[in-house]
T-cell receptor
Framework: QQKVQQSPESLIVPEGGMASLNCTSS?????YFWWYRQHSGKSPKMLM?????GEKEEGRFTVHLNKASLHTSLHIRDSQPSDSALYLC???????????FGKGTHLHVLP | EAAVTQSPRNKVAVTGGKVTLSCNQT?????MYWYRQDTGHGLRLIHY???????EKGDIPDGYKASRPSQENFSLILELATPSQTSVYFC??????????FGEGTRLSVL
């Protein structure tokens, strides 16, 4: 059974600081990684996707992928209180239809 | 605009009763998913479908059935609801290689 592991479970950073979140898949056939953000009481919204080795940047958000180690990371620079949310990592393979999520990282950005 | 609509948004059921959660998508996506979300567990996949008439077991299918009568509709059925099924349920739709798009969720309480 494919598993997606996320760390840390919880993270506190000061406003303006850098937040770094990690995610690893147990399935060597994984081809797609997504990062979602879920604010309290809301549904998950896709934040960033990454499918190839390397780095992708969108504004304050940067995502890295190392396919050899099946590891992806999300980095948020200049963190804002509005970034406080649950961040979920999701993974899927080309040959499978199902999308598996990790347990998430709770990010708290303190003003 | 892409949309996934769930109904009802809130439901209170009695133990042993039958519960049906409905999901409709207007995105013409082939894949649809049902997840539940509980504190400490992230999003866990219950059932999924890759097209009308198909249903597949996810990671936690016990106690749940699913039905996909059309491209647009995907239902989750609890034949004999139990208090352990109290949770927030999310429906999502997507195509292979695409990030699933989520509905707003259904909060179910089984008393």
């Amino acid at each position: 059974q494919q598993k997606v592991q996320q760390s840390p479970e919880s993270l506190i950073v000061p406003e303006g600081g850098m937040a770094s979140l990690n995610c690893t898949s147990s399935d060597r056939n994984v081809d797609y990684f997504w990062w979602y953000r879920q604010h309290s009481g809301k549904s998950p919204k896709m934040l960033m996707s990454i499918f190839s080795n390397g780095e992708k940047e969108e504004g304050r958000f940067t995502v890295h992928l190392n396919k050899a180690s099946l590891h992806t990371s999300l980095h948020i620079r200049d963190s804002q209180p509005s970034d406080s949310a649950l961040y979920l990592c999701a993974a899927s393979t080309t040959n499978a239809y199902k999308v598996i999520f990790g347990k998430g990282t709770h990010l708290h950005v303190l003003p | 605009e892409a949309a996934v609509t769930q109904s009802p948004r809130n439901k209170v059921a009695v133990t042993g009763g039958k519960v049906t959660l409905s999901c409709n998508q207007t995105n013409n996506h082939n894949n649809m998913y049902w997840y539940r979300q509980d504190t400490g567990h992230g999003l866990r996949l219950i059932h999924y479908s890759y097209g009308a008439g198909s249903t597949e077991k996810g990671d936690i299918p016990d106690g749940y059935k699913a039905s996909r009568p059309s491209q647009e509709n995907f239902s989750l059925i609890l034949e004999l609801a139990t208090p352990s099924q109290t949770s927030v349920y999310f429906c999502a739709s997507g195509d292979r290689g695409q990030a699933p798009l989520f509905g707003e969720g259904t909060r179910l309480s089984v008393l």
